[in-house]
């Protein structure tokens, strides 16, 4: 027999549905009503993600996800350096059909998935590389983050990379007006745990369009196998 429903239980079920669908209302709201230019995070082009992607080794034909892409320009310099399998997931449809519309022709290249990173079926080792740049910042609940790092461990080859970056100690403490983490490299590996292994750190001093500095921190780590 069935376990009983509880009040409580559906009263929190609901809360968080209404937390998920106004996230995504907040960033429909941003990408509809600005140019891709005219928010913080943007970069011309990213070429401390470029590069570490390339320092792993990854082949060109190598399954890679950008958690978060949305319109960033990161997909355009894969694109261009000869990657083929790349795969864009963002919350917000309206940042990927940004990417889509800017790319042309070219977007038919590329995988596009619209979702929750906590949330969304991911196929199982399928990414040689995964990738993300201010996503993982935003989750402030320890069951957000946890259930980000076990989309990791299930759409990560074993022995595939991590490349995540998150504001730094001396970053902003918020970020379009919602609140964020911010971490040293060490304590964003302790998010990951056992199963990475961190292998480079970077800081970033990234320009926004507005003419402010903001900090981040990259890590690039190796899933082990199991």
């Not at 990657?83 to 590329?110: F, I, N, P, Q």
């Not at 926004?208 to 921190?217: C, D, L, W, Y």
Request: negative net charge; aromatic residues 8%.
């Amino acid at each position: 027999m069935a376990e009983p429903v509880h009040c409580g239980h559906l009263h929190r079920e609901g809360i968080k549905q209404a937390v998920r669908m106004q996230s995504k209302e907040h960033w429909e709201g941003i990408y509809s009503t600005r140019p891709a230019t005219g928010v913080s995070w943007f970069q011309e082009h990213a070429r401390q993600s470029v590069q570490l992607i390339q320092d792993t080794g990854a082949a060109s034909d190598a399954g890679i996800i950008d958690v978060g892409g949305g319109a960033s320009t990161l997909v355009d310099d894969l694109l261009d350096e000869g990657y083929s399998s790349l795969t864009v997931l963002d919350l917000s449809e309206s940042a990927l059909m940004t990417a889509r519309m800017r790319l042309g022709v070219r977007a038919g290249d590329v995988n596009w998935l619209a979702g929750d990173i906590t949330r969304i079926e991911l196929p199982e080792h399928a990414y040689a590389v995964w990738h993300d740049r201010a996503v993982f910042h935003f989750h402030t609940t320890r069951e957000e983050r946890e259930a980000y790092v076990r989309a990791v461990l299930h759409a990560v080859k074993p022995g595939g990379y991590v490349i995540v970056a998150t504001f730094a100690e001396d970053g902003p403490e918020k970020c379009s007006g919602l609140p964020v983490m911010r971490y040293s490299p060490h304590g964003l590996h302790a998010e990951f745990g056992v199963p990475f292994t961190l292998l480079k750190q970077e800081r970033e001093e990234h320009h926004t369009p507005f003419g402010t500095v903001q900090m981040f921190i990259y890590c690039l780590c190796r899933r082990e196998p199991n």
